[in-house]
């Protein structure tokens, strides 16, 4: 009996000593690093171990929505899906200066229809950080390329229930590679960030045979009136209700060398390996409530856009080049319900634009922050317009419910 209880004992002693500690202060349950803009009003379940040599903060989120879809020439019907579904994990190892980020995606739409001999999309960031001060950031990994606002912008901080048909052409979005940003943000004087990236251009979990292609991003961001308050670029409408006028401007530029694929990082592979080059401008004011968003987004090509099977020449695929503006606008009530309107038109390249319409949307939604970005209802109605190269168009138009919710 003396054995067993000195036994229990040693046991409790060892545990106690090997427990880690659950930590809710602002400093060290909170990763804010400029490649990671997601959108942060709750910190998750943060773990410290005793000795402060580990940290691990674990965070969640879900959209769930139902559709009602009406396109010309096809019978209307309901579509129901988990959006999207993602786990997040990040922190530190040995000291704060050296940090490390994962995000995980589960749903059907973030994953992908799986292909025979092609990768599983399940990973979407696997990134490893030095940031020796609040102004420097260098990362070697996965993760979000320094590309158009609304992009960078984590889907959780969107307004309306899904980004535009100019951010699902144009963007540039993740890929594996190299980045620095300087930050140089302070709350009510002249602001700005420069950030760069050297990627390989092929986009995320991308694992075929090795090229000489590389991709180059720059990216520039100024505020003339001083930081947004609470990261606020970072997220869309003005839930904080800026006291003072906010105002951002940033222009980036990607050259993305042999690219594969039919949007640079995303999309159908090619036949023919193309060198594109990406413009991204966008614009964001903030103030008392209003909150309003424009951008422009083009791609061209080196060559001509549409390749050929080279076995079969009825066979084609086309790099997607060509521009478009969005513009957005919107009211957040004192009652956290909000309305807001977006307008986008989209031109394809003079190369594709027998082979795929010009479009323009109208968007209007209405959204109800419960507990800001991370709890909240969404409904959107969206009309699309499609204007084809030999005269004939067509209108489409959606009505969807949402339900964001993380922590």
Avoid at 27 to 49: M, R
Avoid at 340 to 351: F, K, L, N, P, T
Avoid at 374 to 397: H, M, R, V
Wanted: net charge positive; hydrophobic share 35%; proline share 3%.
């Amino acid at each position: 009996m003396k054995r067993q209880l000195l036994l229990l004992a040693m046991l409790a002693t060892l545990a106690a000593q090997a427990q880690i500690t659950i930590k809710q202060t602002k400093e060290d349950n909170d990763l804010k690093l400029s490649a990671l803009p997601y959108y942060s009003f709750g910190k998750g379940i943060g773990i410290t171990s005793p000795d402060s040599l580990f940290q691990l903060n674990i965070r969640f989120r879900m959209q769930n929505r139902v559709t009602y879809i009406d396109n010309d020439g096809e019978r209307p019907g309901y579509d129901g899906q988990i959006r999207r579904l993602r786990l997040r994990f990040d922190g530190y190892v040995g000291n704060p200066k050296f940090l490390y980020a994962v995000q995980l995606s589960f749903a059907p739409g973030d994953v992908g229809e799986v292909r025979e001999g092609e990768n599983i999309n399940i990973i979407r960031d696997a990134v490893i950080f030095y940031r020796p001060n609040k102004r420097w950031n260098f990362s070697f990994g996965q993760t979000k390329l320094p590309g158009n606002r609304q992009r960078v912008n984590s889907s959780g901080g969107l307004q309306l229930t899904d980004r535009t048909i100019n951010n699902a052409k144009f963007t540039i979005d993740r890929d594996f590679g190299f980045q620095l940003h300087q930050i140089n943000e302070f709350p009510n004087k002249f602001s700005y960030n420069f950030k760069t990236a050297v990627s390989t251009g092929e986009g995320r979990n991308i694992t075929e045979k090795a090229d000489d292609g590389v991709a180059v991003t720059g990216k520039v961001e100024l505020f003339p009136f001083g930081a947004f308050s609470r990261d606020g670029t970072y997220f869309e409408g003005d839930i904080v209700r800026e006291a003072k006028p906010k105002l951002m401007l940033s222009g980036a530029f990607q050259q993305n060398n042999h690219a594969r694929r039919t949007r640079g990082q995303l999309g159908d592979n090619l036949f023919e390996k193309r060198t594109l080059k990406s413009v991204l401008l966008d614009a964001m004011l903030k103030y008392k409530g209003w909150a309003a968003m424009s951008s422009y987004m083009s791609r061209t090509s080196n060559q001509y856009a549409v390749t050929l099977n080279p076995d079969d020449v009825t066979q084609t695929n086309y790099v997607y080049i060509g521009d478009g503006f969005d513009y957005q606008l919107s009211y957040n009530f004192r009652s956290n319900y909000e309305v807001i309107g977006r307008y986008s038109v989209q031109h394809a390249g003079a190369d594709i634009h027998a082979l795929t319409p010009d479009t323009k949307q109208y968007s209007l939604g209405v959204t109800k922050y419960i507990w800001e970005h991370t709890f909240k209802l969404q409904s959107e109605l969206t009309f699309d317009t499609l204007d084809y190269a030999n005269g004939t168009t067509k209108n489409n138009w959606y009505f969807r419910l949402q339900v964001e919710i993380g922590i």
